[in-house]
């Protein structure tokens, strides 16, 4: 692995049904984050981890939740989705969260689409 | 509220220059980035600037003024692979990133 990885690269979902997003870095940063895109929208921030083992919610976290037991892995579930969650939702990871200059590296992104 | 603006949409041609507006209303400032992101393709770093002036990276160059929220990111010896959208986000006192909604840039021959 190099970088970052998510998985799976796309996927058709029916409503209600539960869907966990997979994303693995092997940069050892400490901070990741789940985003989410929407046409003509800018990024939107769903949930974050500054450090394994803690969580935070971003600007749109609800529907969603997310779990950190270490460096590598920062999955993302939809517990029950809803079509309005259909979107691109990219992870990312940066060696930490509170520099100012800390650029974040994006994996490929899950294109998800819920009917 | 935070704010990012962007132009939806430009258009410029193969070897000229172009440069892209950003406009930030945030709360509080600890740096400003310029992404590019092609159709399809995930975000990839282009320029950080956290002092007002002028960085240079190649046929790239990004500007900030901090009293006037105000950014730019300035293409050069544009190349048709310069098509892509150019995403700018603010971090803001809690080092979250804010981010505008991007501009698309076309390339013409």
């Known amino acids: 692995i190099a970088g970052i990885t998510q998985a799976p690269t796309s996927q058709i979902l029916a409503a209600g049904r539960r869907m966990t997003l997979r994303c693995t870095q092997d940069?050892?940063?400490?901070?990741m984050y789940w985003y989410r895109q929407d046409l003509g929208l800018g990024l939107r921030l769903i949930h974050y981890s500054n450090t394994a083992g803690t969580t935070g919610k971003g600007e749109v976290p609800d529907g969603y939740s997310v779990s950190r037991a270490n460096t590598d892995d920062f999955p993302l579930t939809l517990a029950s989705a809803v079509p309005s969650q259909t979107s691109v939702y990219f992870c990312?990871?940066?060696?930490?969260?509170?520099?100012?200059?800390?650029?974040?590296?994006f994996g490929p992104g899950t294109r998800l689409t819920v009917l | 509220g935070q704010n990012i603006d962007q132009p939806t949409e430009m258009t410029a041609t193969e070897g000229a220059i172009v440069q892209i507006n950003c406009t930030y209303q945030?709360?509080?400032?600890?740096?400003l980035f310029w992404y590019q992101q092609h159709a399809g393709e995930a975000p990839t770093f282009l320029s950080y600037n956290v002092l007002d002036g002028l960085e240079e990276k190649g046929r790239f160059s990004s500007f900030l003024s901090r009293s006037k929220g105000y950014s730019y990111l300035l293409l050069k010896e544009l190349q048709m692979k310069d098509s892509a959208s150019y995403l700018c986000a603010v971090r803001d006192r809690d080092y979250q990133l804010i981010w505008g909604a991007g501009t698309k840039l076309i390339i013409k021959p």
């Open positions: 945030t709360s509080g400032f600890n740096g």
């Open positions: 990312a990871s940066s060696l930490t969260s509170e520099s100012s200059y800390n650029e974040q590296f």
């Open positions: 940069m050892r940063h400490n901070a």
